[in-house]
């Protein structure tokens, strides 16, 4: 009999550890259109909470073409503490033409390369916010119009997975920047201004992350 409650004992052990909920830091993706800041807005965040940045910033479309991911930034506000995983996805788009590289005086050679893999990141993105996230940051573009077609089916699968999303309407710098548009077009959902290049509002964003992320 002592074997056998031993072997219990030991069985309920293992049990317990494999269904006892995870309390490791949230995932936490950060996703949106294509130039709507989200790499600027997540090393902002990764900057202010553990000193480096995630990836290279720039203004030529699709230059985050495969996520990235930044461990365990502890963000501390009001007395409480949330940590998480920043995964910054590339942006998300229905269609990726090489011809937008050209633009920025890109060689085609190297523009089909971009475009290849910025298709491939899209895939990955997806995959991300189907299976590995537990929570979404989603940014916009506070002067360009969000009723677009990737803006809508981003939002509604983010719906039915029922995950936590903060809408942030970046870029609120801009002479044609507007908060309320952005709002308007998703109401179900908070939507916080900021200008993640200029680090406006940044009290305001670390506030609503640990409430809805911690």
Request: proline share 5%.
């Amino acid at each position: 009999m002592g074997l056998l409650t031993e072997l219990r004992s030991s069985i309920s052990r293992v049990t317990s550890k494999l269904f006892a909920p995870d309390q490791g830091p949230k995932r936490i993706g950060i996703y949106g259109p294509p130039n709507a800041g989200k790499t600027t807005l997540a090393n902002r965040i990764a900057r202010d909470w553990t000193g480096d940045a995630i990836g290279p910033e720039s203004h030529v479309p699709h230059e985050t073409r495969r996520a990235r991911r930044k461990e365990n930034v502890e963000i501390e506000r009001n007395g409480k503490s949330v940590t998480i995983d920043i995964v910054d996805t590339p942006g998300v788009t229905t269609k990726v033409d090489y011809k937008e590289f050209l633009e920025h005086d890109i060689e085609k050679e190297d523009a089909v390369r971009r475009s290849r893999e910025a298709t491939e990141g899209v895939a990955e993105a997806m995959h991300w916010l189907r299976e590995d996230v537990d929570g979404v940051i989603y940014v916009l573009d506070s002067a360009a119009d969000p009723f677009t077609q990737v803006n809508t089916m981003l939002i509604g699968i983010i719906e039915s997975k029922d995950l936590p999303v903060l809408i942030f309407a970046n870029k609120t710098d801009l002479e044609e920047s507007s908060v309320q548009q952005i709002a308007n077009a998703f109401p179900q959902h908070e939507t916080v201004p900021l200008s993640a290049l200029e680090g406006d509002n940044m009290d305001e964003v670390y506030d609503k992350i640990a409430e809805y992320f911690g």
